[in-house]
């Protein structure tokens, strides 16, 4: 009779594991969606390159130059300071961009990012940090958000890039609408 009593038991608890293992792991699947990130901003970042002229204005600079691999600049690298603002003019910025991309394809207009927007401002204080390919032939991007400090501890999302506007051969403006789905 104990023995019996014992199984039945056992069964009894397995299955109220097996239940709560399935219960977690939907609610974990359903409770990322796309549509609701818990935090987003939305700015502008400002690339004025470098060149013989703008030194008092520049934010951006070539530190190796393309190479003879097809016609988009594959192998350019630029490192960048440049400010983001809340609108699509130079308007005083909220945040700044700190890193590099380069030019990676041999057959369109493609590039790779990596850098930490730098908030130190009294609305935020923290740093996000985002990579990824900007595929620029697409109206929009997606880019990862792996990481970040302050304000945006732990943080993780995606950063959409839309190009703004490309005024001269040394200056273009992305819109980038960061979504975070993790925040502590
Ligand atoms: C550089 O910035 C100054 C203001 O700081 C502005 O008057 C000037 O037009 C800018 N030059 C270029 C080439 O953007
Ligand atoms: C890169 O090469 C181009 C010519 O292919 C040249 O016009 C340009 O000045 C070079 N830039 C740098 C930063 O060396
Ligand atoms: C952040 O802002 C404060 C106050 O304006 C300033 O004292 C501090 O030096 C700034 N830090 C950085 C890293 O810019
Ligand atoms: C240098 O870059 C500025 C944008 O910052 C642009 O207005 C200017 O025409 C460029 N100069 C040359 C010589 O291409």
Same mark, same amino acid.
């Given at each position: 009779m104990a023995q019996i009593l014992y199984k039945y038991y056992l069964f009894i608890l397995l299955s109220i594991l097996l239940i709560h293992s399935f219960v977690t792991f939907a609610h974990s699947k359903r409770s990322i969606d796309e549509t609701k990130p818990c935090k987003r901003i939305v700015l502008y970042y400002h690339d004025i390159l470098l060149n013989d002229t703008n030194i008092d204005n520049a934010t951006s600079a070539t530190v190796a130059n393309h190479t003879q691999l097809g016609n988009f600049k594959h192998g350019m690298l630029v490192?960048?300071? %440049? #400010? $983001?603002?809340? %609108?699509?003019?130079?308007? #005083? #910025?909220?945040? =700044? +961009?700190?890193?590099?991309?380069?030019y990676d394809s041999k057959n369109e207009y493609n590039a790779w990012y990596s850098y930490t927007l730098i908030f130190n401002s009294s609305e935020h204080k923290g740093t996000i940090n985002i990579m990824g390919a900007d595929l620029m032939g697409d109206e929009t991007r %997606?880019?990862?958000?792996?990481?970040?400090?302050?304000?945006?501890? $732990?943080? =993780?999302?995606? +950063?959409?890039? =839309?190009? %703004?506007?490309? #005024?001269? +051969?040394?200056?273009f403006r992305v819109e980038m609408d960061i979504k975070l789905y993790e925040c502590y």
């Open positions: 490192v960048f300071d %440049d #400010p $983001m603002t809340k %609108d699509n003019t130079l308007s #005083p #910025p909220v945040a =700044r +961009a700190q890193g590099f991309y380069f %997606d880019l990862s958000v792996v990481g970040g400090t302050g304000d945006f501890f $732990m943080t =993780r999302g995606i +950063a959409t890039f =839309r190009t %703004d506007g490309i #005024p001269n +051969a040394f200056y």
